[in-house]
Each structure stands twice: as C-alpha cells, then as structure tokens.
C-alpha cells in the first residue's frame, strides 16, 4: 500500500553496534566466547542431571528445564547478532522479526517464572521437609513445568500480535519495480460454497466443539484429582488432551465466526502465528500417540520392569521431546512459507493450513512444497510406523498368553489407544501424504474438517465411554462431590 513517500515495511534492518565500528571484531570474539560457554555450561547441567540418579529431584529437574530454555533464548537472539557482527546479516523480514520476537518473550518469560517455581520448592523443602516428597511430587513438577510454559508463550502470542498488527512504513522515494501490491492480509473464503448450509454447518461443528473440549477438559481434571489415574498411561492422555484442546482453539473458534459472517481479515503476522500453532500441535499429538503406544508395549512385554522403564523422569522427556519436536519443525515450516511473496488475499480455505497459503505465492513454491512432503512423511510415517511395530509386538506377546481371559484382559487395555491411532493418522496421512491434489476446493476442505474438527473428538469419547478405569474415577468424583 503507497502513500505519498510512504511504502509499507517489508523487512527491517539491524543497526547492532554501528557505534563501535572499529571494535566490532573484538565484541565478535567476546560474544563468541561468552556464547560456547554458556552452551557448553547448559548442556553439561542437562547431561549431568539426565546421568546421575541422586539429581532426580525436583530442584534439580527445574534446573534442567530453566537450563534448556535458557539455551533455546541465547540461539533466538546471540547468534543472528553475531552474523551481524561479522557483517553476514544485517536485515531480517517482517515474519522473522515477528518470530524472533515471538521466541524471545516466551523464552524470557518462561525462565522468570522457572525462577519463581524454583523458589516454590525450596518454601517447600525448608519449611515443610515432612511433606515435601507428597506436595512436591513428578505429576505436579510436571504440571508446573508445563504451566510455566504455557503462560510464557501465551503472552509473548499475545504481545507479539499486538505489536505486529500496527502498520510500519519507511519514508523515501517510492520507485515501482513490479506490478502487483504486496499483500499484508488475508481473507479466508471458508465454505463459501456451502452458503445456503452454513447456519447448519455452524450449529454442527459448534457441538462437535463443545463436545470435544467438554471431552477433554473432564479427562484433565478426572486424571489430575483421581489418585488411580496417576500412571504414566493416564499422564499421557492428559497431556494428549490438553494439547487437543489447545489445538481446536487454534481453528475452530475463527471459523465458526467466519461461517456466520463474522469474521475478519488475518494480518500477516497473525496467519503466521495461527499456522505455527497449528503445526505445533498437530506434530506434538502425534509424537505424544507414538508415546502413549510405546507405554503399551513396555506394560504388556516388559510388565515386570515396566515401573523402572517408565519412570516420571522419561514420562516428562517423552512429553518435552514431543513439544520441542513440534516447535522446531513448525518453525521451519512457517519461515519457509513466510519468507515468499504473496500476490492474492483469498486463502481457499477456513484457516492458515500450509498448502493453501502457498499458493498465493507469486514465485515458484516447488521447494517449499518438498521441505513440506519430506516434513509431513518424517512426522506422520514415521511416528505411525514406530506405533505399528509396538503393536505387532503386543499381539504377538498376548497370543502367547495362555488364558483366555488374560489375553482379553491384555488387549482391553490397548482397544482404547489403538481406536485414537487409526482415527489420527488415517485422517492426516490423507490429508498430508495423498498425491498433488486433483480434488476441488470443498473437497479438499471437506478432507480438512476430518483432522480439525472430527478428530479431536474421539479421544475423550473412547476415553471416557468405553475406559472402565475412566468411568470409574468419574462415578468417584461425582460421588465425592454429591456426597
């Protein structure tokens, strides 16, 4: 958009230590320095942590997340300021920026609130050493790591998008160079096609929604209070739904606005945001359903080693390593796309899913489309594929079982499990892994709503409908409460 002498910013420029130009080698090899060395210092508190039993504690176990993210903050800012110090790179795109600034608050946040939980736990060990073990213990450390998380990250998404929802401009000559107007927002087209079925369609996916978080939100709570749930089978799940529910309030709540009308443009900066929590996710459920199968075959291979194997130490890596994985590859994925040129405004679809956005794309997106094939095939394939050799190996130790009853016993406890595996990745491995798309528009749509809507709602069903464990630490619960 064009203004007088005004053109709209698509990148910025690091002045960095101009100042300083002729010590701008010297502060180089300083920040080099101070940087190996807190890498190097990090890394050894993780490693060291991770090795030695008498570090299972849950001092020690905060100190390692407080190490880790405080890794993940110094390679969000200290190396981009290096390049620019060496003069490799000085300017960064509008998406990148907004990226770094995503990274950097969440991260900064992050660790000031690990600081205050630190301080929490050393209340608790001084003055109540008798009970600290009980108040102390790994599902809480658990809860409050992830909180701590959460939170961060949820106000660096807030006070970004503020930030990059203003308009920037430079002043200067304007000289057009090309014939199109860079596009700075989009407008989804949702189920335009539907017109005369979408009040019917709002009235559906809005009890598929209420359904799926009320689903989920129960599972929470009834595994947080049940004392009978606290297993690494029932951690997982919780997990599982509480990263489900944060995944439909990515998509869900934009488009029901949009099918009655109310929607409004996406910003750039916001579809960005939308898609990196999308793909988050969506990676992370998928790791965290491969974790959930790895549990059954420790329970039923390994039944007598299974309380050494799955310990709360590797329940919170398996949950830790599932999240970063999702946080890394969605990071690639979105400044990659966001990177190119955009020439149209009208996204063919209801949210910022990869595809659609791409092609809006003025230059050739083939590379994209690659990175895109080889990601979507190394985080469905392979996770469903490390899920369906643990379950060829349940079935083959259960048909061993001599009884009856014990094999059917064996395998009620993977029915629930595997009912969620097939939903999931039937649903993306056709969304993500089909041939170049020949379909039209509202059927490719159609394809979407499946991975959406409809598959984060048989999680809490099966969980809750057809889980004894499940029904009965509910029936516990509304007993206790109308008791």
Known sequence: MKTANHTE???????GFSNFQEHQLTLFVVFLTLYMLTLAGNVIIVTIIRIDHHLHTPMYFFLSVLSTSETFYSLVIIPRMLSSLACLSQSISLEGCGTQLFFFLGFAITNCLLLAVMGYDHYVAICNPLRYSIIMNWRVCAMLSSLVCATGFSLSLVQAVA??????????????????TMVTEFVFQGFSSFHEHQLTLFVVFLVLYILTLAGNVIIVIIVSLDRHLHTPMYFFLSMLSASETMYTLVIIPRMLFNLIGLSQPIS???????????????INNCFLITAMGYDRYVAICN??????????KICVQLVWRACS????????QVLSVFRLPFC???????????QPVMKLSCTDTTFNEILTLIISVLVILVPMGLVFISYILIISTILKIASAEGRKKAFATCASHITVVIVHYGCTSIAYLKPKSENTRDQDQLISVTYTVITPLPNPVVYTLRNKEVKDALCRSIGRKFS
């Open 9 to 15: 910013v698509r990148e910025f420029v690091f002045q």
């Open 344 to 354: 149209s405004t009208k996204v063919a679809h209801f949210f910022c899913d990869i």
């Open 163 to 180: 930030i990059f929802r203003l308009p920037f401009y430079a002043i200067y000559n304007f000289m057009k160079t090309e014939n199109h």
């Open 325 to 332: 994985i999702g946080l890394i590859v969605a990071m690639t």
């Open 303 to 312: 039944p007598l080693r299974y309380s050494i194997i799955m310990n709360k």
């Open 268 to 282: 750039l900066a916001g579809c960005a945001t939308q898609m990196f929590f999308f793909i988050t996710l969506a």
